[in-house]
Structures are given as structure tokens and as C-alpha cells.
């Protein structure tokens, strides 16, 4: 089965390149030809905590810009985030209705979401962590640190974080698109930039629906977000942010494949708002930033009730999230030192979760009969201090963060990055740093038919080592590395027998991970504007011969993507993206029996016309039918076929 999913990616890619490569280099102009991919693999800061780069420091960080993001044959964030090497996306629902972000073999809990540098991380569960008011096409750059960033961003950060930009734009802009599609898909969305002196202001707004592939898979999706930028003087600025998202979609299979529970359904609705305001005076840089994220969840096992036990009802939780931090860093001939705290509080309802009140709460956006019956609150607050040096052609840096959570006591993790640039065009990089991830509210309390949560549960901790080696000219980009992850106390959800009838929340003692990731990248203003070639493999010395595992020891082994980029003639223009999946470990069946993954291969093409500011595409998801699934036995769809127009204005103001 292997050997056969790999001669199908070999035959297509070789195909797709013989028939598009020219026989001689051709200049081929096309509109608002501004390309700027040499930043793609870029050593860039997820930008939290700092304001300027990580560039000198031994860190990967893939950045994915805006042109990149426009010519992929995806609608969505998840989708695209696919293709970079080492992150492993498991979706549950197609086109934003859930998927999971886990890297180099971490579990979808050990990853931080930022949205323009503020966290935006659920307590509840890693699922939600994608529930972004932002759709694909409002999002200017995406920065993905591969590899534990705790040290430098906080808990949770345990194997990687991914951060959204929005509203970078320099220009005043409007933009609306439409498309449509196979299933009943329905796309509508607008946008805007407005800019006005020391104002930036940026607004979009999109709903997307479909009928769905097969029973209980259809969804809604409402996003609204807006941004504003002001600058005071030369040297400060604040930046307010806030959305909302609204999202209804059948969860066929999400959480159990038992056919009792064959329809079930859930209901989101996302609230966030941030303010932040920097400045910099001389060589002190200072930063401050206040946030809050609201997120309602309705969980129906039985959709509408529909052949439900007596007794069932619903489930209902909200997580609120409130966190304030404040920031300075000092450039001195000692190089640079940055010291910060932070506060965070989190708060879960529920009727689920949690530890039981003595006076019920009314559940918001639901009938006055139902209320929360249990709540959890937990404090969080970190203080860290970094130092970074460079020396000719050396840098360092090495760092120290405290948390002290009221739940968990006080931790303590460190991390260090050494870099040397041979020459302009290569350079060497070694690291070493200590990762946390505190268990969610559903690790903790968690009980019902399927699941039982562990009130008891470690939290997660992990060292992980990593050296590796890049090469830029031109336009090439390529790089080679390594990294050997220990971790102990890892939580997972097992089985110990295939009678049992609920996973139960445990703390592995030791779970090793060894992988590996390289690239080779070839950028050009010819025909072929654009190949990447992409492996990473990863190995565990933790094996599930004694339990099912449902998250921890399920995990990506192979990962081969080749990205094509070209043009076709003139203003029309071609994106593929290929892609080879073998996935380690087994899934438990709708027969209550262990089944192993099996290797897949995707092909996803985009095919527009662009024209000063009119695009028009059409998407061939899935081009040759594969049947597949990333998580369990939840069968993703076969091909499908979107097509739509994109209008963009430049008004003169």
C-alpha cells in the first residue's frame, strides 16, 4: 500500500513538471507581479512578546506569506497549514468546521494559537483552537515557530505555536469575493483597509455554508473582525483588535463511532478583544497589552434529541479568558535583555466540567431552562527574562520562565539557541529548551458514556534538542535538521482493553520522540515561479502494545509535500499542492476494535485568471478522490470543486 501511494505522488509530480516547465527561460509579466516568496522559510520571531525579529537567534520559524496565501487551492486556514513541513493537521469537519494543529508528534493541546501576538488559546480543550473570527482570505502572513516555545511565550507552547497577521496593509483597500461549489457550497466575504494619517483601520466580514458530503456534515460559519492601528508620534503605537465567529456544523463521528451516537452536532460562538500599546525611547522598548476571549460551546451527542436515553441533555460550557502583560527590553554593548510578566485568568461553566456549584447558572443564547451546574477558575501568572548576544558571527541567546498556576504550584523551564553563519549563504544552529503544557479543563473533568477525565493529572513537561543546518543564495532555500524530544508525564486518553467502553485520561511516564525535517526550495520570475519539496519523519520509543492510545502515540511517521507554483499563459496560472500521509498507531472502530491508519496521497489544484484587481478560480480539492481520514475512522470527503471571483479596489484618498 506504501510503495503505491508513493508511486502516485512520484507519477503526478513528475507529470505536472514535464508538461509545465519551459523549454527555455520566458519572462512572463502578469498583473501586480510584486512577489516577495523569498521570504517563505524565513528566520522570523512569532511576535508575542517582542517586536523585532528572531532572525540572528537558532530558531525555525516558516513564514507563509500573503501571495502564498491568496495562490493556495485552499479556503481555509487549516488547510493551508497542511503543507509546512513537521505540523500535522487532523480534521474532524472540512472548511473550518474543526481541525486539530499538532507538530512533530504533539497532541492538538500542545500547541499556542496567537491572533496578531495575543493568545488566544481555549482552557477547555485544543479542539476549539482554530475558532478564529478571521477567514483566509483577511489574513496578510502566518508565522509557525516548529518546535517549544514555552521559554518564550508561555505555557502551552509545548511543541510549536502559530501566529495570524491581520491588517498590515499600507494602503486603503476593499475587497468582496463569492464562490461556490460542490455539496451545496456557499462562500460570501468583504473586507477592507482604510488608511488615514497615523489610522490604520481594517474590517472583514464572511459567512461560508454546505449541505455537507454526507449525513450530518453540513455547517454554518459566520466571521466578523476588525482592526485598528494608530500611531502616536515616532515612536508609539496601539493596536486594538476584535471579532466575533459564529459556527453551527454536524459533528458525524467527532468524539465516538459507536452508531448510537451517529448524529451528533455542536454549536460555537467566539467572542475576543485585545488593546496594546508600544513604545520605544532610545534603546528601551516597552510593551503592554490587555486581552479577553469569550467562547459558548452546545455539544449535542443526539441532534435535536433525536433518539436520545432518557435523562440525556446536552452539553453546555463557556470558557472566559482575561490576561494582561506588560514587556521591556534593553539594547545594550552587552547585547539584549528583555524582562516580562504576565497575568492570566481562566474560567470554565458547564454542565460537564468542572466541580459542582450550589446555585445553578443560566446557560446564555439558550432557553431559560437550562443552566450551568459546575465551574472551575484557575490563575495563571508567568515572569521571564532573556538575553540575546551576537559576536560577529556567532549569536546566542538563553532565557528562564516562571509559572506559578493556583492549581499546579510553581514551574520552572529554561532554554538556550547557539547560531553561526559560515558565510552569507550558510549557517549551523543548535538548541536546547524545556517545554510545559498545563492539562485542559476536559483532561481534568471530562465524564460521560465515551470519556473520564483525571483530576489528578501532571502536568505535561519535555526537553527537547535540536541542531540543524540552512542554506540560502539567490533563489534557492534549503535546510536540514534534527531534533530528540523527551517528555514525561504526557497526557493521553487510552483504552487498556478493547472491552472497555470508556478512554481514560492518564499521564504517560515517558514518551521519546526522534525526527527529522528538510526542505529544498527553488523560486523564479519564469514559468515555474515556484517549487518546494518537503520530508519530515518522526519515530516514538513509546509504543500503545499494551493500551489504544487516543492522541499521545498517534502520530504522523512520514510526511512528503511537494508544492508547484506556475504560470500557464498570460494572466492565467496554476497552484498544486501534493502531499504523502503515513500515520503511526491505530484508531478504535465503529466495531469497538483497534484498526491501523493507512497511508494516503492528496493532490489539491488551484487554477485562476488574474487581472489587475479581479481573480477568478476554481479549487479541485481531493483531485483524485482519495478516500481518507486524519482522525479515527471520520472519512473526509472525496473531490471537491469550488470556483469564485475575488474584487479588489484601490481608492484614491
Known amino acids: ?139 496578510d502572513r502566518i508565522e509557525v515557530l516548529q518546535g517549544p516555545g514555552s521559554r518564550e511565550l508561555g505555557p502551552n507552547a509545548f511543541s510549536g505555536a502559530v501566529n495570524i497577521i491581520t491588517g498590515s496593509s499600507e494602503t486603503s483597500r476593499v475587497g468582496v469575493g463569492i464562490s461556490g461549489g460542490s455539496y451545496g457550497f456557499l462562500s460570501q466575504e468583504a473586507g477592507g483597509t482604510l488608511v488615514s494619517g497615523p489610522v490604520t483601520a481594517f474590517a472583514s466580514a464572511s459567512h461560508s455554508r454546505s449541505e455537507g458530503y454526507m449525513e450530518d456534515t453540513d455547517f454554518g460559519i459566520t466571521n466578523v473582525f476588525g482592526q485598528v492601528k494608530i500611531r502616536t508620534g515616532q515612536s508609539g503605537r496601539i493596536n486594538l483588535q476584535g471579532g466575533f465567529q459564529d459556527k453551527d456544523y454536524g459533528a458525524y463521528g467527532f468524539y465516538s463511532l459507536n452508531p448510537l451516537y451517529a448524529n451528533e452536532y455542536e454549536a460555537t460562538k467566539t467572542f475576543f478583544g485585545s488593546a496594546s500599546f508600544s513604545t520605544t525611547i532610545k534603546r528601551l522598548s516597552v510593551e503592554s497589552k490587555v486581552y479577553w476571549r469569550k467562547h459558548h460551546d452546545r455539544f449535542e451527542l443526539f441532534r435535536d434529541y433525536r433518539e436520545a436515553y432518557p435523562g440525556y441533555t446536552h452539553n453546555y460550557h463557556l470558557t472566559r479568558v482575561a490576561g494582561v502583560s506588560q514587556t521591556a527590553s534593553l539594547v545594550s554593548f552587552l547585547g539584549k535583555t528583555t524582562m516580562g510578566v504576565d497575568y492570566r485568568n481562566e474560567h ?20 431559560d431552562s437550562i443552566f450551568f451546574t459546575r465551574d472551575k477558575r484557575r490563575q495563571n501568572v508567568n515572569g521571564f ?27 520552572f523551564y529554561f532554554g538556550a539557541d547557539l547560531g553561526y553563519a559560515f558565510n552569507s549563504y550558510w549557517s549551523l544552529y543548535a538548541s536546547v529548551n524545556q517545554s510545559l503544557r498545563l492539562p485542559t479543563f476536559t483532561d481534568l473533568y471530562l465524564n460521560n458514556t465515551t470519556q473520564e477525565g483525571n483530576p489528578n493529572l501532571k502536568p505535561e513537561k519535555a ?11 539567490h533563489r534557492w532555500n534549503a535546510g536540514v535538521l534534527g531534533y530528540y524530544r523527551m517528555g514525561r508525564d504526557i497526557i493521553d486518553w487510552v483504552k487498556y482493553s478493547s472491552s472497555d467502553v470508556r478512554f481514560t485520561a492518564v499521564n504517560h511516564a515517558r514518551i521519546n520522540a526522534l525526527g527529522t525535517e528538510m526542505f529544498l526550495e527553488y523560486l523564479s520570475q519564469t ?40 504560470i500557464i499563459y498570460k494572466e492565467f496560472s496554476a497552484s498544486w499542492r501534493l502531499s504523502i500521509s503515513d500515520r503511526a498507531g491505530n484508531f478504535t472502530n465503529a466495531s469497538n476494535l483497534p484498526e491501523n491508519y493507512r497511508p494516503f496521497f492528496l493532490t489539491d489544484l488551484r487554477v485562476q485568471w488574474q487581472k489587475g484587481g479581479v481573480t477568478i478560480f476554481c479549487d479541485i480539492n481531493n483531485l483524485f478522490n482519495t478516500s481518507y481520514a486524519d482522525y479515527g475512522g471520520i472519512i473526509q470527503p472525496g473531490i471537491w470543486i469550488k470556483s469564485g471571483i475575488k474584487i479588489v479596489y484601490l481608492p484614491q484618498i
Open 463 to 473: 526537553i527537547t534538542y535540536e541542531a540543524g543546518v540552512k542554506y540560502r543564495h
Open 1 to 139: 500500500m506504501k510503495i503505491e501511494v508513493l508511486n502516485r505522488f512520484l507519477v503526478t509530480a513528475w507529470t505536472v513538471l514535464l508538461f509545465f516547465i519551459p523549454g527555455k527561460s520566458i519572462v512572463y509579466a502578469r498583473a501586480q507581479s510584486d512577489t516577495t516568496q523569498q521570504v517563505n522559510l524565513s528566520q522570523v520571531e512569532i511576535v508575542a512578546r517582542r517586536q523585532e525579529v528572531y532572525s540572528a537567534l537558532a530558531r525555525v520559524v516558516t513564514v507563509v506569506t500573503k501571495e502564498e496565501i491568496q495562490n493556495a487551492p485552499v479556503k481555509t486556514l487549516s488547510d493551508l497549514l497542511r503543507y509546512i513541513p513537521g505540523v500535522d493537521i487532523r480534521q474532524r469537519g472540512t472548511n473550518g468546521v474543526q481541525a486539530d494543529i499538532n507538530m512533530r508528534g504533539g497532541t492538538f493541546d500542545q500547541m499556542l494559537v496567537l491572533l496578531n501576538g495575543i493568545n488566544i488559546s481555549d482552557p477547555q480543550t485544543g479542539h476549539y483552537a482554530l475558532d478564529i473570527p478571521v477567514d483566509l482570505s483577511s489574513i
Open 348 to 367: 470554565i461553566f458547564s454542565n460537564a466540567l468542572g466541580e459542582v456549584m450550589a446555585d445553578g447558572v443560566p446557560v446564555p443564547f439558550e432557553p
Open 385 to 411: 527574562v532573556s538575553h540575546a548576544l551576537y559576536f560577529n558571527k556567532f549569536s546566542a541567546s538563553v532565557g528562564v520562565l516562571g509559572n506559578y498556576c493556583d492549581h499546579f504550584g510553581s514551574n
Open 527 to 566: 514559468m515555474l515561479q515556484r517549487i518546494k519539496l518537503a520530508y519530515s519523519f518522526l519515530t516514538q520509543d513509546k509504543t500503545s502494545e499494551e493500551y489504544d492510545s487516543k492522541y499521545a502515540l498517534d502520530y504522523l511517521k512520514h510526511k512528503l509535500t511537494l508544492n508547484i507554483d506556475h
